[in-house]
Every structure is written in structure tokens, then in C-alpha cells.
């Protein structure tokens, strides 16, 4: 099994923008990369559950560049802010919303904060899932910045086997008319696959030129690693020229990779 600089590795994230999708680890996806990044910016399109305890410090500003370079010229004047490493990751979102979210940010804002970035990876939340296993985004979905370099779309290989309803998938009906699968029936991986394959799935607004990956999530033992092995061959089969690679993962193991498909 390999360790989390190995998953880096297989993103491609040493910089630019990550923007994950899906469902079923997204948030865990985001927080793994930063907490393992020397320095790194977790930000939103969409709305995000409060994260202050999953990253160094969160700055809510409706300037999150003015913010950003503020932060990067501390660095270079006093060495010592860099030497402790405190305030990374750093979270920047736009406003607070209740006691249990915060807002996103319009996809150009992120595109605007690369101007300012430097060398620092950019990890973006750019859709919800209301914590389902499986999704295909709807008309407005997902909120991905034009700036990306990277899209990670995430399913859970525990979505197979259970009814495809609103209890294990957000959006059923979106699914339903991308698998054939009737809102009600049993969710089998050749689903799971024609979702992270599709252009109105995972594939949905990846930009040209960006790497697209999917990743599917809480391959927990041996019965979910054959499940998830079975999607990624059909993933493959299905999008060969699209995908860049496909990563079976367990995102909250300290080695958070457990295979990649290419």
C-alpha cells in the first residue's frame, strides 16, 4: 500500500488548482492533500462545512488575493512566520453562513487568486453532495475554475449493492439517467462507472487541458478493493482517452493509497 507523497504524486498536485467532485470522500480528499502539502490554499465554489479544526487557519475576506499576498509578504519580511508553518494550510472563504457552513467563492475568484498563488496548490470543494456515496451534478453543478489544472472525481465503492435512492445518492434521478438504473434498483459497479466516465457525470466541466481523475474512495478490505477494481476497468474501458488515471483509495488511512489504474 502507498503512502500519501505517493497519492501526491499520482494527482500531479505541486501546484495550480485541484478541484474535487463527486461524492463520498470529497471533503476527506481535500483535507488529506493539504494536511500533507508544506504549504497549501483550501478554499470553495460551493458551499463548505465549517473546517477551522482541518487547517492551519481560516481567513473569511471578501479579498481573498489582498489576503493571500498579505500572508506571502509577512513570510518573506519576517522568516520566522515560514519557520513555524502555523498558519497552513490556509482556508479563505467568503462569508459565514450560520453556525455550521461557510459560502464559496464564483468560480473566477479562484481563478483570479492563481494571479497571486505562486508556486502554492490551490484545493478547491466545486460541488456537494450531502455526504451521499454516489452523484451526477445537476444544471448548475459543479462550480469548477476554468484555472484548473486538476479535477479529482470521487465515488465511494460502498455506494454498490444498496438501492439507488436519495438515502446512499445525491441527485438519484441524475444518475438514473446516465446508468439506465431505475430510481429504487440496486446500484452495481458498471453504475458507479458510467458516472465517473460520463461527460453529464464526473466528467462534467473539466476544462480542456485539465488532468481528469477519478477516485474511488473507502476501498476498506478485499471484497471493496474487487468492487472498486471492477468500476475502474470499466471507467477505463468506457473513457480511455479522458481519464489520466484512476486511484482506489481509503482516505482516512494514514496511507491513503491503495491502487492506481492507468
Not at 463527486?22 to 488529506?32: H, I, N, R
Request: glycine share 8%; aromatic share 4%.
Amino acid at each position: 500500500m502507498a503512502g500519501t507523497t505517493d497519492l501526491l504524486d499520482v494527482f500531479g498536485i505541486d501546484g495550480g488548482v485541484t478541484s474535487v467532485v463527486g461524492a463520498g470522500g470529497k471533503k476527506t480528499t481535500l483535507y488529506t492533500l493539504a494536511s500533507h502539502l508544506e504549504r497549501a490554499v483550501v478554499t470553495a465554489t460551493v458551499r463548505i462545512p465549517i473546517f477551522d479544526r482541518q487547517v492551519g487557519s481560516v481567513t473569511v475576506t471578501a479579498k481573498p488575493m489582498d489576503a493571500l499576498e498579505s500572508r506571502l509578504e509577512s513570510e518573506s519580511t519576517d522568516r520566522s512566520l515560514e519557520a513555524t508553518n502555523g498558519n497552513w494550510p490556509l482556508g479563505l472563504v467568503p462569508e459565514r453562513e450560520g453556525d455550521e457552513r461557510y459560502r464559496g467563492y464564483e468560480p473566477t475568484v479562484v481563478d483570479q487568486l492563481t494571479t497571486v498563488a505562486e508556486d502554492l496548490p490551490i484545493l478547491v470543494k466545486a460541488d456537494g453532495a450531502r455526504t451521499r456515496h454516489l452523484k451526477a451534478p445537476n444544471d448548475r453543478e459543479p462550480q469548477i475554475p476554468a484555472s484548473s489544472d486538476v479535477v479529482l472525481a470521487v465515488a465511494s465503492c460502498h455506494a454498490v449493492g444498496h438501492p439507488l435512492t436519495e438515502a446512499v445518492v445525491h441527485r438519484p434521478t441524475h444518475v438514473s439517467a446516465i446508468t439506465g438504473r431505475d430510481v429504487g434498483e440496486s446500484i452495481r459497479p458498471t453504475d458507479v462507472a458510467r458516472v465517473l466516465a460520463h461527460r453529464r457525470g464526473g466528467r462534467k466541466r473539466v476544462p480542456d487541458g485539465a488532468r481528469y481523475v477519478p477516485v474511488i474512495n473507502m476501498v476498506d478490505d478485499d471484497t471493496d478493493r474487487e468492487v472498486a477494481e471492477e468500476i475502474a476497468r470499466e471507467v477505463l474501458e468506457r473513457a480511455p482517452d479522458a481519464v489520466d488515471r484512476i486511484a482506489l483509495t481509503r482516505m482516512i488511512d494514514d496511507r491513503p493509497l491503495v491502487d492506481v489504474f492507468e
